[in-house]
Nanobody, 121 residues
Framework: QLQLVESGGGLVQPGGSLRVSCASSGFPLERYSIGWFRQAPGKEHEGVSCISPVGATNYADSVKGRFTVSRDNAKNTVYLQMNSLEPEDTAVYYC???????????????WGQGTQVTVSS
């Protein structure tokens, strides 16, 4: 069973940057589309970004131009680089295998532990 582990969250000031990682042991992530999702307190999960096996990407309107998703197949890891962070980005960030399309990203696997990102001064 594919299991993904998120890491790299933390506390950052508004305008700052952070990179979160999504890794798997035993399953080659390069075969899968991987999505990043987040859940803010009191809200539902929302899609943030998605990357296909060939590197095609999509982003939520709220993060376009600020976030960048990438994958390093040699390290079996998918990254989400987050720049110009805003307090509204505060959430637990999750990754999941996903169904990718140009305008959507649907999670296919259960949520893991996630990694907390807090943007605050």
């Amino acid at each position: 069973q594919l299991q993904l582990v998120e890491s790299g969250g933390g506390l950052v000031q508004p305008g700052g940057s952070l990179r979160v990682s999504c890794a798997s042991s035993g399953f080659p992530l390069e075969r899968y589309s991987i999505g990043w999702f987040r859940q803010a307190p009191g809200k539902e999960h929302e899609g943030v970004s998605c990357i296909s096996p060939v590197g095609a990407t999509n982003y939520a309107d709220s993060v376009k131009g600020r976030f960048t998703v990438s994958r390093d197949n040699a390290k079996n890891t998918v990254y989400l680089q987050m720049n110009s962070l805003e307090p509204e980005d505060t959430a637990v960030y999750y990754c999941a295998a996903a169904l990718y399309s140009a305008y959507d990203c649907l999670p296919l696997t259960d949520w893991g532990q996630g990694t907390q990102v807090t943007v605050s001064s």
